[in-house]
């Protein structure tokens, strides 16, 4: 593994923080962004010993990327990994959804993760290396009823991966997504149970997809064996596309 700070959006609760945890173990420093909910972040910090560090962040807050990357990298170090975790959800169908939620939804999701981008390249470029992970849905390539705002962020997500690629693969630095199946994680803890073991029956393995397994090719992604992929979009979904 490399030895710079990781930055992950949204590492106190689901995919992200099985992956504080993953890069944690692996010796990896990490700071990790929390939107609410302060005290499942402390917990995180607690659990890792003093190898993660919880900063609070609203990706509907535009100039605050630009304000914590450098904060991060004076308390611990440059930064040479990012991986753009943290969403939101409003799901309705599209003929009942308002531009405000249309809006608020793509402005965090698709723009959160772009300012986020802007925020680290500066300094990747000037040291040639970095990686980028993008955690998309199979919502993006697989349709779901009432997520056409969500779905429209995601699948964003992996066209700006690809050009992304191709602008800063010449500066040794790699930009992929990860496209995660259905995680039982507290964003779907609302999902109804008819809606889930619909989900869940397209899937080709019955152990389904963990946020651990989510995690582990994440910070694969990150991780010097990934040295030769960018451009990317990886899918870990227990076979629902298969």
Do not use: H
């Not at 302060?38 to 509907?60: H, P, Y």
């Not at 390249?121 to 849905?137: C, D, Q, T």
């Amino acid at each position: 593994m490399n030895d710079g700070v990781v930055l992950i959006t949204g590492g106190s609760r689901g995919i992200g923080r099985a992956l504080v945890r993953t890069l944690v173990a692996s010796g990896r420093r990490v700071a990790f962004t929390y939107s609410s909910g302060e005290a499942a972040a402390r917990s995180v910090e607690a659990e890792c010993g003093g190898l993660a560090k919880a900063w609070q962040f609203d990706l509907a807050d535009r100039a605050r990327p630009g304000i914590l990357v450098p904060e991060i990298e004076d308390a611990l170090g440059p930064i040479d990994g990012l991986v753009n975790n943290a969403a939101i959800r409003r799901d309705q169908l599209l003929a009942a959804t308002g531009d405000a939620d249309w809006d608020a939804v793509i402005d965090a999701n698709l723009g959160g993760a772009f300012r986020c981008c802007r925020a680290v390249l500066p300094k990747m470029v000037v040291r040639r290396a970095g990686s980028i992970v993008n955690v998309s849905s199979l919502t993006a390539v697989r349709g779901v009823a009432g997520q056409a705002a969500y779905g429209a962020t995601k699948a964003g997500l992996i066209g700006m991966t690809k050009s992304l690629a191709r602008e800063l693969g010449r500066r040794n630095i790699r930009v992929n997504a990860v496209v995660p199946g259905l995680v039982m994680t507290e964003m779907i803890a609302d999902t109804p149970p008819e809606k889930l073991k619909e989900l869940r029956a397209i899937e080709a393995l019955p152990s389904g997809t963990s946020p651990d397994d989510v995690a582990a090719m994440i910070a694969f992604l990150l991780s010097d064996r990934a040295a030769a992929i960018t451009g990317q979009a990886f899918l870990v979904d227990a076979g629902s596309t298969a």
